[in-house]
């Protein structure tokens, strides 16, 4: 995975009233935090943040670049983001600290690839799960895992233990569930209804029409 770089300076004040004034000025508040350091606030630029990293996952890794020492090349993940409710601008940033050498538990996105052989026929490819956790060191998280559906029919299924992880990336989990299945396809019950209705309404013309022959048959002698 890429390493982005995301200028931040500290800062010592706190308070609503700092942090709206900061907002008046593109800048916004954050932390830094990890098991290994005391939480540290920071502002940074929301454009900036938002052009580098915008809604994007919390597995993106990020160093930071600042003039302070104490968080100058620290290499982090976004733990939380907080926006606007109405306008979706960024209000406050959360960081994680990592430490390169320790594995680390993230979610990553699966991209399923390949076209389902139960699709050819009228199925309906049904991912289940759309992310897993993984467990891997901070330089080795992958930006998405590939997963093949090409072998699926329909009622298939493919399961978290049947993932093909990247060298280095562990996928843990409780219950061995499944992320993406094919259904059969879908009958559109009115067309169904209309059409069972056509053929009883075409058996019963039939059957009358028999009979009304065989009364008007002229009774033999």
């Given at each position: 995975?890429?390493?982005?770089?995301?200028?931040?300076?500290?800062?010592?004040?706190t308070?609503?009233?700092?942090?709206?004034?900061m907002?008046?000025?593109?800048?916004?508040p954050?932390?830094?935090?990890?098991?290994?350091?005391?939480?540290?606030?920071?502002?940074?630029?929301?454009?900036?943040?938002?052009?580098?990293v915008?809604?994007?996952?919390?597995?993106?890794?990020?160093?930071l670049?600042?003039?302070?020492?104490?968080?100058?090349?620290?290499?982090?993940?976004v733990?939380?983001?907080?926006?606007?409710?109405?306008?979706?601008?960024l209000v406050?940033?959360?960081?994680?600290?990592?430490?390169v050498?320790?594995?680390?538990?993230?979610?990553?996105?699966l991209?399923?690839?390949g076209?389902a052989?139960?699709?050819?026929?009228g199925?309906?490819?049904?991912p289940?799960?759309?992310?897993?956790?993984v467990?891997?060191?901070p330089?080795?998280?992958?930006?998405?895992?590939?997963?093949d559906?090409?072998?699926?029919?329909?009622?298939?299924?493919?399961?978290?233990?049947?993932i093909?992880?990247?060298?280095?990336?562990?996928?843990?989990?409780?219950?061995?569930?499944?992320?993406?299945?094919v259904?059969?396809?879908?009958?559109?019950?009115?067309?169904?209804?209309?059409?069972?209705?056509?053929e009883?309404?075409?058996?019963?013309?039939?059957?009358?029409?028999?009979?009304?022959?065989?009364?008007?048959?002229?009774?033999?002698?």
């Open positions: 995975m890429e390493t982005l770089e995301l200028s931040v300076q500290s800062r010592s004040a308070g609503k009233s700092e942090a709206r004034a907002r008046r000025e593109g800048v916004v954050g932390i830094v935090y990890g098991p290994k350091m005391e939480a540290a606030p920071i502002s940074l630029n929301a454009r900036d943040f938002d052009r580098k915008g809604y994007g996952t919390h597995t993106q890794l990020l160093r670049q600042s003039e302070d020492s104490a968080i100058a090349e620290k290499l982090v993940l733990k939380d983001l907080q926006r606007h409710p109405v306008t979706r601008d406050h940033a959360d960081f994680y600290e990592v430490d050498n320790e594995k680390i538990t993230v979610e990553v996105g991209n399923f690839v076209k052989a139960g699709v050819d026929i199925g309906i490819l049904q289940v799960r759309r992310r897993v956790e467990l891997c060191l330089l080795q998280i992958p930006d998405e895992i590939d997963v559906v090409s072998a699926l029919g329909i009622h298939d299924a493919i399961h978290i233990s049947e093909n992880a990247p060298e280095g990336v562990e996928i843990p989990f409780d219950a061995d569930v499944t992320i993406v299945t259904l059969p396809p879908v009958v559109d019950e009115t067309k169904a209804a209309a059409a069972e209705e056509g009883g309404e075409g058996e019963g013309a039939g059957e009358g029409a028999t009979e009304e022959k065989k009364e008007e048959e002229p009774a033999e002698g």
